[in-house]
Structures are given as C-alpha cells and as structure tokens.
C-alpha cells in the first residue's frame, strides 16, 4: 500500500473512533466498525468509494451488529460536525437526507461486498482474561504502582487504526499489547526469565516471540506514522 493509501485510511480511522467515543461508544463497536472499514478496502480500491462514506456507514452497521441503541440521525450529524469541523451543525433538509440515504444504501452494499461476514472475534475478551491471570502473579503493590491495564488497552484501541485485526488471530494481539506494555513500563513477568514455559505461552500455545515482536513493531510503526501527519 502506498503511503498516501496508508495516511488516508488513518485519516479515516480517527475519524471513525472519534465519532465513535462522541456517541459513547463501547470499544467493540468501535473494533467492529474499524474492521469492517478495513476489511473491504483491503479487496477494494480506494480510489473507487469514498472513504469517509464507508467509514460512516461502517459505524453505522457495527451499532447494529453489536446491538449499540444510537439513533442514524445521530450517528449522520456526529460524524458530520467530526468531518466538518468548521461548518454549522447539519440541519434537517436535502443534505440531511441525502446522507441518510447514501449511508442506509451503503449499508446493504457493505454486507454484500463483505458477503455477510461482519461478526468478528475481537481481542478484548483475550485481553482481559489475560490481565486478571497477569495480575495474580505480580506483587499487588507493584501491579497498581503501574497502568499496565490502560497502556495495554489504549495500545489495542489504536491498533485499530492498522489493518492488524486482518491479519493476526486476536489472542496474538491481545498478547502483544500486554508485551508492549510490560515493556514500555520496564516490567518483567515475576520468575519468567526461570519458567521452563515462556508466560505467553500460557496464554496461547502456539504464539512465538516473533509474532508478538512483529504485531508490536507494527503498533509502533503505527505511531510513527501518525507523528508524520500534517496538523
């Protein structure tokens, strides 16, 4: 993908999550959407559909999939005033409607193109299991001094905005942002270095360290990226 592609999508992706965290939005909402986004441009060609339409209708069709109460109306002005900064709040009138309509025919379009496969295996619910069992073989003490939870979720929050949820299975993920941000904390699983089994293999057997190392410098490319957008 080239890197003009590359800045548009996350261009698209903080537009889909801010929308989202203005709905309030739960995080898998939000995942889902972001998948679906990702999904069909990685068989689509950009130049072809508009991106902020089908990250749009994305957020729309996850609100349904994930049976998220938030109103079409809403989620059409959210992401209006998110994409138009600058202009007045969308009133009820031809553009209105028009949008409504694009975004509801885009919907049954989306589903076609994905041939109906929109339910996803997200890495939250790994996530979790795996920060209860992590928490029990810290020091209590030492595991509250540090935010490990928050950086690992705030690290699989914004891998979302890569196509990583394409191309690695969930617990691979969910692995990897608890790795990052052990790391980023500078803290070693207690006794790991003389465990005969390595601790993310605990969790899933068939990860390598090489895996985890390539999501987490994927993550990092991410940020770095990010870093290189104009403001």
């Not at 617990?171 to 904390?185: F, P, T």
């Not at 993550?219 to 403001?231: G, K, T």
Request: proline share 3%; hydrophobic share 40%.
């Amino acid at each position: 993908m080239s890197d003009s592609k590359s800045r548009v999508h996350f261009r698209v992706m903080k537009y889909i999550h801010e929308s989202g965290m203005k709905l309030h939005l739960h995080s898998i909402p939000i995942a889902t959407a972001s998948t679906i986004y990702h999904k069909f441009f990685r068989e689509n060609d950009l130049n072809t559909y508009d991106p902020f339409l089908i990250g749009a209708t994305s957020l729309s069709l996850a609100c349904k999939i994930e049976e998220e109460n938030v109103r079409l109306r809403d989620i059409i002005n959210v992401c209006y005033r998110t994409l138009h900064k600058n202009k007045a709040p969308l009133e009820i009138g031809d553009q209105f409607w028009a949008l409504r309509e694009s975004i509801a025919s885009c919907e049954l379009f989306l589903l076609r193109a994905l041939q109906f496969t929109v339910v996803f295996d997200h890495p939250h619910k790994y996530l979790c299991h795996y920060l209860k069992a992590l928490s029990d073989w810290f020091d209590p003490q030492q595991w509250e001094r540090y935010p490990i939870a928050n950086t690992a979720w705030a690290f699989l929050q914004d891998s979302y905005h890569s196509d990583l949820c394409l191309d690695y299975q969930s617990k691979h993920i969910a692995i990897s942002v608890l790795y990052l941000a052990l790391l980023c904390h500078g803290l070693e699983v207690p006794f790991h270095k003389y465990a005969r089994k390595k601790w993310w293999h605990v969790f899933s057997k068939d990860v390598t360290l090489e895996t985890i190392q390539t999501i987490t410098t994927k993550i990092m490319d991410m940020y770095s990226a990010e870093n290189q957008l104009p403001r």
